[in-house]
């Protein structure tokens, strides 16, 4: 099975630049708590990644999913610690983030309906300043995605839903990311789109970006994921590497459905 | 045929003045989704700050272009200042709150202004001195002075370069993509609150000379004219489609020309019965008209309702 096979890949490529950033993950999260007015959302969950890992948080609707990312990214309050490379992220504001090295792809894609898809790429390297580095990465880019070099002078809203996906991870990518954090790339997509999508998900993390990966669809994030997390009405209840969750019964049953 | 002809001319002056203020309507209401109803003030206080220079040098034996040039280079960034103010007084600590507040405190703002203005500039209409040359030329039997041809060719050399720093400039991409979605343009690094205030800084100083053309068009200027002035360019804000800048231009234009052409043939349309002084019943005629039958306007797409 193709899927047995990447998830060792991911797993070394995991391993192998993780040992070079000594022992502090690149992203440790303990006892966040986020609430919605009162509603607990997230009730402190904690959760590792380690620089050069591809990490999956699984879970149904309404796990707290999309909470847990937004809080990462500081688009919601929320209590607990958050510290990338070393630093509480707590006192940052979003736009602080990015130039970090850490990137939100959201939930929906969110890519500027009304800009053009060249500019909604040089969106993503807003904060940049390096003229060579971004044109290079914009040809990277280009290489990986080629249909965003075909569609440059297109609005991003007359584009499918794929390929504002396709969008919306290139954008991210404009800004030379650290920490991708990716909130459910496979959705709303046709399977067909859903395989393209995460051949390039599993390209960029080859490149050695550190990839959170939220995902509803289990079998896919576990099949590209080292190792997973398992959330349940705001709370994590199992973690482990991906091929062991993908073994567990537990797992099996209410998420792979078998 | 001559008054028609010379309507447009006016008209087309007057518009282009209309447009100029509904900009800063439209760069504001796309960006925050909020009516800045402060905004006429910027103009009148535009309109009276550069007035009392150009006064003070009027006797200077500087030429007149030159001490209306001055005049400007005073009042665009004291409108600059002013509109930057109003934004960090009125409307960010309100972000957050219902959007019938801040438009509240607009109102609030345009009064207290209005009654600063009062108290600094007193009650009296101010005349603008006859410093500019009184030369023109001939366009069959209509006519058409050099200063409005100066408003006409600074008006669209203003708009051509808010064209080009909207579509063109890293500044002008990081509005747009924060007009459709702030949240998202912060994850891209643009900082929300650095944008917004630009919007204001670019939408007062448009204010500020379109005050000084104002009361330079028509010799005067008054601590309430920002008040009818501010509603007229914001009915072209809306004629347009709020939020869409080629709207405001548009918008701005017809306004002027609807106004101008009604004002011209209103005694002939009614017999007599009404007169040109009823010039400001267009622009009302118009936003409601609008607002019943268009509400997003000539050029106001619903894009946003799209993905
Ligand atoms: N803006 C909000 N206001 C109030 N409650 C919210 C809000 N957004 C989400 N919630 C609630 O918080 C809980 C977690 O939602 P969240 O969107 O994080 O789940 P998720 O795991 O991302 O789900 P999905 O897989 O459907 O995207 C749900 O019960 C949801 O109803
Ligand atoms: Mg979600």
Redesign the pocket.
């Known amino acids: 099975m193709p899927e047995a096979l990447q998830s060792e890949e991911a797993g070394a490529d995991g391993r192998g630049d993780g040992g070079a950033a000594a022992r502090r993950p690149l992203l440790e999260v303990r006892d966040l708590q986020v609430s919605?007015?009162g509603?607990a959302?997230?009730r402190g969950i904690s959760l590792e990644v380690a620089a050069g890992e591809m990490v999956c948080l699984i879970?149904?609707?309404?796990?707290?999913?999309?909470?847990?990312?937004?809080a990462l990214a500081r688009l919601l309050p929320a209590r607990g610690a958050i510290d990338y490379r070393g630093e509480s992220l707590l006192q940052r504001a979003p736009h602080e983030l990015i130039g970090a090295g850490l990137a939100l792809v959201p939930?929906g894609r969110g890519v500027f309906a009304r800009l053009s898809v060249a500019e909604n790429l040089a969106m993503g390297a807003y904060c940049r300043r390096d003229r060579d580095g971004i044109a290079a990465d914009l040809e990277h880019i280009h290489a990986l995605l080629p249909r965003l070099k075909e569609r440059a002078g297109q609005l991003a809203g007359t584009l499918s839903g794929g390929e504002q996906q396709m969008l919306a991870l290139g954008r991210a990518l404009m800004s030379r990311p650290q920490l991708l954090l990716l909130?459910?790339p496979s959705?709303g997509l046709a399977p067909i789109m859903v395989q393209r999508v995460f051949e390039v998900i599993r390209r960029v993390a080859a490149e050695g970006v550190t990839i959170l990966l939220?995902e509803?669809n289990a079998r896919l994030a576990l099949s590209v994921a080292a190792r997973g997390y398992v959330?349940e009405?705001?709370a994590i209840t199992l973690a482990g590497e991906a091929a062991a969750l993908l073994a567990d019964p537990k797992v099996r049953e209410a998420y792979l459905g078998e | 045929m001559d008054t028609f002809i010379q309507q447009i001319i006016n008209g087309l002056v007057l518009g282009s003045i209309y447009a100029l203020v509904a900009l800063g309507y439209t760069l504001v209401y796309g960006i925050l989704g909020l009516i800045n109803f402060a905004h006429g003030e910027v103009v009148m206080i535009g309109a009276l700050s550069a007035l009392t220079v150009i006064k003070l040098l009027a006797g200077s034996g500087l030429p007149g272009i030159a001490v209306v040039a001055i005049g400007v280079l005073v009042a665009v960034p004291l409108c600059m200042a002013l509109g930057y103010g109003i934004e960090r007084v009125a409307y960010r600590p309100l972000r957050q709150a219902p959007r019938l507040a801040p438009l509240i405190t607009a109102i609030g703002m345009s009064i207290v202004l209005q009654q600063l203005a009062m108290i600094f500039w007193g009650r009296n209409y101010h005349s603008f001195p006859p410093i500019l040359p009184e030369t023109g030329r001939e366009i069959g039997d209509a006519y058409i002075s050099d200063l409005q041809i100066a408003i006409l060719l600074l008006a669209a050399a203003i708009m051509a370069g808010l064209m080009l720093l909207i579509n063109r400039t890293r500044l002008g991409r990081a509005m747009r993509a924060t007009a459709e979605n702030p949240q998202i343009a912060g994850l891209m690094g643009v900082n929300i609150n650095a944008i917004i205030s630009a919007t204001f800084l670019i939408g007062s100083a448009l204010a500020a000379v379109a005050g000084v053309m104002v009361s330079a068009n028509y010799s005067i200027a008054h601590y309430q004219m920002g008040f009818i002035l501010g509603l007229k360019a914001f009915t072209a804000a809306v004629l347009g489609g709020i939020g869409n800048v080629p709207g405001a231009m548009l918008g701005g234009l017809l306004l002027g020309l609807i106004e101008s052409l009604g004002a011209g043939y209103i005694g002939d349309l009614t017999g007599g019965f009404l007169g040109s002084h009823y010039q400001d019943v267009f622009a009302f005629f118009v936003l409601i008209l609008v607002l019943v039958f268009r509400p997003s306007g000539l050029m106001g797409e619903k894009v946003a309702e799209r993905a």
Do not use: C, F, H, P
């Open positions: 919605y007015g509603i959302a997230v879970g149904a609707n309404g796990a707290g999913k999309t909470t847990t990312l937004k939930e909130d459910e959705m939220v509803q959330m009405s705001g």
